[in-house]
């Protein structure tokens, strides 16, 4: 089955020569790239991320009065660390409670926040937070 599908491959790149050569390869390490930025965010500005944390901007509070400075000294028990974690996964929750998909639990309050951001505002943050030291921890360390 893969000898008849590499076979097949091999036919369709003599045929479409450019879709297999050097510049199909830079293609496909770009889709490959793309995938791990959440839905193809702008670069991320570790500066302006800072101050939108710090400062909030109209209906987005400051990230810190909850989750701390950094994110790492969460206010209650009910607020995350968020410091150091990935920024591809920061991304991805803050476009979610967004998007609404991201709900359930206390899901709504960051709902509220994460509603008037942008996606330029939401790579800064992902940019910013996940350059800080981690406190991250597994459940073993955390004991
Ligand atoms: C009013 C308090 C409050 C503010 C302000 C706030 N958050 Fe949150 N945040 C929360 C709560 C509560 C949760 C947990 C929500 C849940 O249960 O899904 C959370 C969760 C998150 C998560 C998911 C963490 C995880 O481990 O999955 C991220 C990311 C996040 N907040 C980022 C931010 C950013 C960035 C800002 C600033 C724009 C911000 N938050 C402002 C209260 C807040």
């Not at 150091?84 to 359930?104: E, K, V």
């Amino acid at each position: 089955m893969i000898k008849i599908a590499m076979t097949g491959l091999a036919v369709a790149c003599a045929l479409t020569l450019s879709a297999c050569g050097s510049d199909g390869g830079a293609e496909h390490a770009a889709a490959r790239d793309n995938a791990t930025v959440p839905a193809r965010l702008p670069a991320g500005n570790v500066d302006a991320g800072r101050a939108l944390a710090a400062k909030g901007s109209g209906s987005v509070a400051a990230c810190v009065s909850c989750h701390g400075a950094e994110g790492n000294k969460p206010l209650a028990d009910m607020y995350p660390k968020i410091g150091g974690q990935y920024a591809d996964y920061l991304a991805h929750s803050l476009q979610a409670y967004r998007a609404g998909t991201r709900s359930g639990g206390t899901g709504a309050v960051m709902a509220a926040q994460a509603k008037g951001l942008s996606d330029q505002q939401i790579a800064d943050l992902a940019a910013y937070f996940s350059g800080v030291p981690t406190q991250l921890r597994d459940l073993q360390e955390a004991n």
